[in-house]
């Protein structure tokens, strides 16, 4: 979680969510088809399975990178 930034994060039984309210954030997702964990922002959804990567909330725009995985 980078400065002034913000999440809500809810561990469901059938998928894993992060709000991304505002600001940078780098995950690192352990692989879980059962599990698909989505990054939400204003401006659209990310779903990954497994995988290293950067999500970061401007207020026009989302900037996912991705390290390492698909």
């Known amino acids: 979680l980078n400065t002034d930034s913000e999440i809500l994060v809810e561990l469901q ?3 894993r ?4 309210l505002r600001g940078e954030v780098l995950f690192s997702v352990h692989h879980d ?3 698909p964990f989505d990054v939400i ?3 659209g959804t ?3 399975l497994g995988t290293r990567f ?4 401007t207020s026009s725009d989302a900037i996912v990178t991705v390290l390492q995985g698909k």
């Open 41 to 43: 922002t204003n401006e």
């Open 17 to 20: 969510v992060a709000y991304l």
């Open 54 to 57: 950067g999500v970061r909330a």
């Open 33 to 35: 088809p059962g599990r």
């Open 13 to 15: 039984a059938h998928r």
């Open 46 to 48: 990310v779903r990954v």
